[in-house]
T-cell receptor, first 112, second 110 residues
């Protein structure tokens, strides 16, 4: 089983709809991250959480919110989706004592 | 925020060494140099990281210039599986400012 899982893997939604992307990890890491990737570009950090009670905005947090339900779960919400939020979304985790981030397989989101 | 400059694309022959350059002239003293790669249709994966000294691991080597304003990722024998986008990233140890940039797309020819 994968260490970092994301659901759904693909989602098409309409403008104005609320949508939640979920991330779960079995690595026991305290730190979790949400990134988005646009075609031909690198990843940009949306939000990150260093533990269950710690949530921080990243480079591009406007239009997004997150929830850290447990150490293993970190959800990303789009309260009112808009077309320019169409992108590939990645969740990642890391351990306090490691320099390595572990990424999930990604969620492809299309907003029409 | 410190940024990196990488060539958009590079090409290599299978089983030959590959040197992927990265310029980071505004690097701060506390920035680590991280390299990740993204295989097609996958999330990024860690390759290597360093601060000042050259580093080796089972995947690659990282050569860091003495002034730290540039670095080179070295794949000693490229395989077809190494075809990916390689990202050179500057950031602190805790990843709270981790800017991927657009990376270098490596094509490996058989």
């Amino acid at each position: 089983d994968a260490d970092v899982t994301q659901t759904p893997r693909n989602r098409i939604t309409k403008t104005g709809k609320r949508i939640m992307l979920e991330c779960s990890q079995t690595k026991g890491h305290d730190r979790m991250y949400w990134y988005r990737q646009d075609p031909g570009l690198g990843l940009r950090l949306i939000y990150y959480s260093f533990d269950v009670k710690d949530i921080n905005k990243g480079e591009i947090s406007d239009g997004y919110s997150v929830s850290r339900q447990a150490q293993a779960k970190f959800s990303l919400s789009l309260e009112s989706a808009i077309p320019n939020q169409t992108a590939l979304y990645f969740c990642a985790t890391s351990d306090l004592f490691s320099y390595e981030q572990y990424f999930g397989p990604g969620t492809r989101l299309t907003v029409t | 925020d410190a940024k990196t400059t990488q060539p958009n694309s590079m090409e290599s022959n299978e089983e030959e060494p590959v040197h992927l350059p990265c310029n980071h002239s505004t690097i701060s003293g506390t920035d680590y140099i991280h390299w990740y790669r993204q295989l097609p249709s996958q999330g990024p994966e860690y390759v290597i990281h360093g601060l000042t000294s050259n580093v080796n691991n089972r995947m690659a080597s990282l050569a860091i210039a003495e002034d730290r304003k540039s670095s080179t990722l070295i794949l000693h024998r490229a395989t077809l599986r190494d075809a990916a986008v390689y990202y050179c990233i500057l950031g602190p140890y805790n990843f709270n400012k981790f800017y991927f940039g657009s990376g270098t797309k490596l094509n490996v020819k058989p």
